[in-house]
């Protein structure tokens, strides 16, 4: 009885020891402070989904990828004079669904894609070189646009002396410019058929807003000392696809009638699944256009919504200028700046507070004296179509 009594109390002495080593050791020490946590759902392909967790669709040959583009949200510093708010929660393209991101690209490429010669028009190299015979050529292959435009310039906006009965007339008095911006928007226009009058009156809106946006770009940046002004107003003219495309796909147009842009940009997220300059993004690239000119479009349309994005070394200024612009344009074509006398730097909505401590330094610093000079108040003056 007393041998089995020591072996008991032997084998337990020897277990203690046992369980306080392994207790100890660095491992299960890590082990412990470790807990394993409960795997997360994957999201669903619902266009109400809020947390998009999937891989990046396809690269964008000679991007960098988007979210590197993004600063992380967070307080902004308080000695920043322009107080600029926190990014709004909007989800990237290459973060959503692929399931769903399918589906939007599907929907967009039910969409009637744009003439062929669009892909010319947007080229670089005949924005920076063409000539206005060469416009001229290009856009008569085209009877229906080249009809439109001929229209357009007819029309009392301009307030031409005479008729212009060509694409080179309207060249000679309106600029090489503006008659190539009129033949993208109309080439773009064949793209959206309104499936009722408020869808109609939208389309109208933002298609004058971009022409405004345009417009005033064209102006203002050789006054700023911004170079590229002819690739600017094409990417202007781009970066309101989006919005189009929201248009038309989001299932009841009169229910963002009143929002401000913040609120907008959260009901297209909600109830498609992306805002509308990533359903541009999409659109775009189902179109085929070239990627920098994607990239760029989307740039100046994502600029209201994220204070912290990062720009192009070298072209901040003019990319600023264009999203000013497009802010500007949509408020003028929607009758919301009443006033002849406008300061930006001064504006407290949420959408220009992202922008405007980009309007600090030069060469925008002066934008705001511009804005209020009597060549440009005649300028907004004629664009809607008020008397000198």
């Known amino acids: 009885m007393a041998l089995t009594l020591l072996a008991l109390v032997g084998l337990a ?21 470790a807990p394993v946590r409960p795997a997360t759902t994957p999201p669903t392909a619902q266009p109400r989904s809020t947390a998009p967790q999937a891989l990046p669709g396809p690269a964008h040959a000679g991007q960098s990828g988007w979210a590197d583009l993004i600063a992380p949200a967070g307080p902004t510093s308080s000695a920043d004079p322009a107080e600029r708010p926190a990014p709004l929660a909007l989800h990237p393209a290459e973060l959503l669904d692929p399931l769903l991101t399918e589906t939007l690209m599907n929907a967009l490429r039910q969409l009637p894609r744009p003439p ?15 000539t206005s015979a060469e416009l001229a050529t290009l856009v008569m292959g085209e009877p229906a646009v080249a009809a439109r435009v001929i229209a357009t310039a007819n029309s009392p906006l301009y307030g031409l002396q005479q008729p212009v009965t060509s694409i080179g007339q309207a060249t000679t008095f309106l600029g090489l410019a503006n008659v190539r911006q009129m033949c993208l928007q109309h080439m773009l226009a064949e793209s959206f058929q309104p499936r009722d009058a408020t869808q109609r009156r939208e389309f109208d809106v933002l298609w004058q807003a971009s022409s405004i946006a345009a417009e005033l770009c064209q102006q203002l940046a050789p006054r700023l000392r911004v170079a590229d ?130 309007l600090l330094a030069p060469p925008l610093d002066t934008l705001g004296v511009e804005l209020r000079s009597p060549a440009l108040l005649r300028l907004l003056g004629r664009l809607l179509g008020r008397p000198d």
């Open 116 to 130: 062929r010669a669009l892909q010319q028009l947007i080229s670089p190299d005949f924005v920076q070189h063409a």
């Open 229 to 358: 002004t002819g690739s600017l107003a094409t990417l202007l003219v781009l970066s309101f696809l989006g919005r189009q495309a929201a248009v038309a796909l989001l299932p009841d147009t009169q229910a963002v009638q009143g929002m401000d842009a913040y609120q907008r940009a959260l009901h297209e997220q909600q109830e498609l699944g992306l805002v509308s300059h990533e359903l541009g993004h999409l659109l775009m690239r189902a179109w085929e256009l070239p990627p920098e000119l994607i990239h760029d479009a989307r740039l100046i349309a994502a600029l209201r919504f994220n204070p912290g994005l990062v720009l192009p070394a070298g072209r901040e200024a003019g990319l600023t200028l264009a999203a000013v612009s497009a802010l500007l344009g949509e408020r003028l074509a929607r009758g919301q700046l009443g006033g002849t006398l406008y300061d930006p730097v001064g504006d407290d909505s949420p959408d220009m507070r992202a922008l405007r401590h980009r």
């Open 13 to 33: 002495i020897v277990g203690g020891w046992w369980w306080m080593a392994r207790s100890g050791s660095p491992e299960r020490k890590g082990a412990r402070a």
